[in-house]
C-alpha cells in the first residue's frame, strides 16, 4: 500500500494561487492513479481532479475544468494540483488519494474506487 502525505495549504485571498503538494512513500507511485478531493464542512467529499498513472490522461469534474491543474512526478513520487483564481467556496480540507481506478470516466470520481488517502491539508480563501 501507498503512503501519502499532503503539504501547500494555507490562508489565500480570493483571486489567489496555491499548490498542494502529494508525497508518496511505500508501494511503487506509478502503480496508482491519483485524484485530489476536498471536503468542506458539512459537505459530502469531492473530486476535483484525477490523473493516470503515467500522467497523460487526467479528469477534471465539469465544475473544476479551467481553474485547478493535477500533475505529477513520477521521479519525484509526488503529486500536485494548482489551484488559481481561488474563491471562497474553495475552502475545505484537500486530500489526495490513489487508486488502480483507470483514469477514464466520472467512475474516477468515486471516492470508494480510493486504496489510501493522504491526512489532508486545509485551504481557506478569503473574500
Known amino acids: 500500500q501507498v503512503q501519502l502525505v499532503e503539504s501547500g495549504g494555507g490562508l489565500v485571498q480570493a483571486g489567489g494561487s496555491l499548490r498542494l503538494s502529494c508525497a508518496a512513500s511505500g508501494r511503487a507511485f506509478t502503480s496508482y492513479a491519483m485524484g485530489w478531493f476536498r471536503q468542506a464542512p458539512g459537505k459530502e467529499r469531492e473530486l476535483v481532479a484525477a490523473i493516470s498513472r503515467s500522467g497523460a490522461t487526467t479528469y477534471y469534474p465539469d465544475s473544476e475544468k479551467g481553474r485547478f491543474t493535477i500533475s505529477r512526478d513520477n521521479a519525484k513520487n509526488t503529486g500536485y494540483l494548482q489551484m488559481n483564481s481561488l474563491k471562497p467556496e474553495d475552502t475545505a480540507v484537500y486530500f489526495c488519494?490513489?487508486?488502480?481506478?483507470?483514469?477514464?470516466?466520472?467512475?474516477?470520481?468515486?471516492?470508494?474506487?480510493?486504496?489510501?488517502w493522504g491526512q489532508g491539508t486545509q485551504v481557506i480563501v478569503s473574500s
Open positions: 488519494a490513489a487508486t488502480f481506478t483507470a483514469v477514464q470516466s466520472a467512475v474516477v470520481s468515486d471516492p470508494q474506487r480510493y486504496n489510501s
